[in-house]
């Protein structure tokens, strides 16, 4: 029909900064393919340097196991900063949820595969 416009992609897509899932919603219509951030705080922290180690320190740690082994996201955070690695867990986790959105690796609990947006508590990290 002319005038009307085409249909979007509406699919969920990861958030740069944290890889959780943002979700479609009326209002970002027009600018849905811009969308990159799922809130305000991820769009003001955005992809460091830390955070991209950290991508990195997940892969290698992976990459020198056996396959189909695991690891804990602190595994990760010990390597880049062995005194300040609890305050990398969240970041750590962040990591391991942006490599997911690329499917690079996937993220387990309690040897299941789970949705990294809602995963909670304990979870391992292995390639995907």
């Known amino acids: 029909m002319p005038g009307r416009t085409p ?5 969920p897509k990861a958030c740069a900064a944290c890889g959780r899932e943002i979700e479609w919603r009326k209002k970002w219509e027009r600018d849905w393919a811009n969308i990159r951030y799922c809130s305000k705080s991820c769009r003001s922290r955005g992809v460091t340097e830390i955070d991209t180690a950290l991508e990195s320190a997940i892969l290698t ?3 020198s196991r056996a396959r189909g082994a695991t ?3 602190s595994e990760a955070a010990r390597l880049v900063d062995a005194d300040g690695w609890r305050g990398l867990m969240e970041p750590s986790r962040r990591a391991a949820r942006r490599l997911v959105g690329r499917g690079r690796v996937v993220i387990t609990r309690q040897g299941r595969v789970v949705d990294p947006s809602s995963a909670r508590g304990a979870v391992r990290v292995r390639l995907a």
């Open 71 to 73: 690891i804990c996201p």
């Open 7 to 11: 249909r979007i992609d509406r699919c």
């Open 61 to 63: 740690l992976l990459g």
